[in-house]
């Protein structure tokens, strides 16, 4: 089943009750609490504020928004792995490293890939899955090499995010897609060209298609919409009206 959600970062200038009055009326049902702004690793007070403003709204904290990128210290994976736990998400969203795949050498790819494994041996302890980020600047910027870093992990609980990359063409996105698709989490959902950012509608053909690809698995997956294109809540409301309506 696909269900919809948001992803807190997508307004960061809000606050935590405002995030969750704007997600409830958006009809929407998931979130992903960002840990840059909105619930900081190990912030206890913080973890409580969006725990208990999420359940008092209806929603399901579905995923701790992490800004860990693996390579840091296993104190550094302790915090975000507990804070996840203690938020009651489901599942920690991690950077799979600091450089693009092009920019790695053999050596650093293997530190990220080990590193990566004990993020999901200690997020396995809570019954945590653990997903990279799909993006630029990591080892998930191809839809290769992120399919090759989920093989060499190789762990029961490791996921894959995907959002379509903005920079390259249709064909390629489907690609991806389809490549990542037994590890897919969950998906950010948003129409962008570049740096430009468009009304979701805008990509209704390729995002019909994307769906199509996703529920095909018969699997749950968040689709989590993320960077409306005027930072407002009512983009953002008639942005979910339109995909409550493709998921119909």
């Known amino acids: 089943m696909l269900k919809t959600g948001l992803v807190t970062v997508t307004f960061r200038k809000f606050d935590v009750l405002k995030i969750c009055r704007t997600a409830k009326n958006a009809g929407l049902e998931l979130l992903e609490w960002g840990g840059d702004i909105h619930v900081p690793p190990m912030n206890?007070?913080?973890v409580s504020l969006a725990k208990s403003c999420s359940a008092e709204h209806g929603l399901i904290i579905n995923t701790y928004g992490s800004y860990y990128r693996c390579g840091g210290?296993?104190?550094?994976?302790t915090a975000v792995v507990?804070?996840?736990a203690d938020l009651g998400a489901k599942n920690?969203?991690?950077?799979?490293?600091?450089?693009g795949t092009a920019d790695t050498d053999a050596d650093t790819r293997r530190s990220v890939t080990e590193n990566l494994i004990r993020v999901c041996e200690q997020a396995s302890q809570f019954g945590l899955t653990v997903s990279p980020e799909f993006?630029?600047?990591?080892?998930?910027?191809h839809w290769e090499s992120?399919?090759?870093l989920a093989r060499d992990v190789a762990a029961e609980n490791l996921r894959l995010y995907w959002q379509p990359n903005q920079f390259r063409d249709d064909e390629y996105n489907l690609t991806a897609l389809r490549a990542v698709l037994p590890y897919l989490s969950n998906v950010h959902v948003f129409t962008w060209a570049g740096h430009d950012k468009f009304p979701l509608i805008d990509g209704e053909r390729m995002w019909r298609q994307y769906i199509d690809i996703i529920a095909a698995d018969g699997r749950d997956h968040g689709m989590l919409m993320e960077f409306?294109?005027?930072d407002t809540e009512e983009q953002l409301y008639?942005?979910?009206q339109v995909l409550h309506r493709w998921l119909a």
Do not use: F, M, P, Y
Request: proline content about 0%; some cysteine; glycine content about 8%.
């Open 82 to 84: 507990k804070t996840a």
């Open 73 to 77: 210290s296993d104190e550094e994976i």
């Open 146 to 148: 992120a399919v090759q």
């Open 238 to 240: 008639r942005d979910a």
């Open 44 to 46: 206890s007070d913080a």
């Open 135 to 141: 993006h630029g600047g990591t080892l998930t910027d």
């Open 92 to 99: 920690l969203r991690v950077w799979a490293g600091n450089r």
């Open 228 to 230: 409306v294109c005027d």
